[in-house]
């Protein structure tokens, strides 16, 4: 007569999988990442202090940030876990060239992070193409390492999501892509368009 | 406090109301404070820095555009030089504007471009400076330097003052000799060398590209480079006092100091290497997702 088991399996716990329950669920980040990209995003405001304002620019300025932040939060609201980044909708624009980094579902990245990096990627789309050819070419180029490098790191975050070494090699890449967009916009503004 | 140059601070509008008759030079001298600070905005073309033992700053502005605008505001605390193209594109090499300028050794520097080149030399106040294709040329003393492209090169000499150097590029390099106390440098593809006397911080990282430093580490030194597919190598200068820690999930680790790396796992190619050199005290972190870490003392 074959016996059946059924019912709760009393058997030894596998060490493997007691160690991984050892394991911390969360990561603090090594640095708080928030401060710096709201201070890149509005402009810079330590170096713009001095600067003379021009209310005209600086209202429609904002009234386009906020309404590409509004729809952006609009569409990620709709779904269902706020925590966690969803594939990046990226609005038709005359130039289809700029293709922003897409962090992977094991970034980590927040809604919040995600909508600031648009924020500072629809100020630079603006100032793209009055850029020289070649500078235009290495952008390119070089937001495609970005990903690479983006796609890279969460495969591995797959295998080993944990990882305080990836997480920041993540927070790294996604500084760089910031990074090459606020120079951008910073430097095309000039000193008096600046906000 | 006082403002003396007030009364100077009408803008200067020097778009050529007559059709294009060839380059226009703009002379302008105003006297401020030693400490000035001087913020220059130009498109393409160049930014030429140069101090001298005068309270005084001094443009001379050469504009090949009839269509370029040179605003030049100034108070004695802050004088403010910017070329704006109105019409934006900055792709018509014949359309240069270049500007000299003579500024107090203690001011501080505010400098961007999209692609002129930036060049400094004997400034001793702060300086920002900020590049989209442009390249930078400066010098460091005391005070902190920062500079700043996309495409372009970066250069920093330091005169071995205890300045803070930051350099953040994407395709160029940053090449940064002389220096002592901290730096930090970013950069994706491109890359970085640099030598640090007496090193307190230096925080490195880059994508793909490579970072090669040299320093020598004070007591309690702290170092951070961190690589994602990119190369790192740190050469310290002996004696070598410190404590090692390397990680890295599937790249390789090159020790000249002897103890070396072990595996993370059976299952995964990570690696880690932790170690004391010499009496320890200043500690070094490196890591890499799949890149070449080198650690050596030569």
Partial sequence: MNTIPFGPRNEPPDPLLAKAAELPKDVVPARDLWTSIAARIAGEPQRARSRSFRWPAALAAGFLVASVSALLTWGLMRDS???MQKPVVIA?????????VNYGANSGLTVKEIVARDELLARFREKFNELRPETRVAIQKNLAII??????????????????????????AYKQELQLYSTVVTSSDGLTRRT | MTIRNLVLSAAILAAAAAPAAGAETITKKVTVAPDV???VSNVQGSVEVTAWDR???QLVAELESNKDELEFEATERMVRIEVDRPHGKYHDDEDDAYLTLHVPRGARLIVDTVSATINVSGVRGEQNLQTVSGEVETQS???????TAVSGEIAIAGNGGKAVVTTENVSGSAMVSGIRGSYQGEVVSGEIRASIAKAERIEASTVSGEIDISADLAPAARVEMESVSGTVSL??????????DIESFSGSIENCFGPKPRDTSKYTPGSELNFTQGSGGARVEIQTLSGEISICDR
């Fill in chain 2, 235 to 244: 050469k310290i200068k002996p004696p070598v006092n410190a404590d090692f």
């Fill in chain 2, 55 to 57: 309270n005084e700053v």
């Fill in chain 2, 37 to 39: 600070t001087v913020e």
């Fill in chain 1, 81 to 83: 876990d706020p925590t």
């Fill in chain 1, 92 to 100: 038709e624009t005359p130039d289809a060239a700029i293709v922003p």
């Fill in chain 2, 141 to 147: 003393f005391d005070a902190p330097v920062s500079a």
């Fill in chain 1, 147 to 172: 990903q690479t490098a983006a796609n890279e790191i969460d495969a591995a975050l797959a295998k080993d999501p944990a990882s305080g070494m990836l997480k920041s090699l993540l927070i790294g």
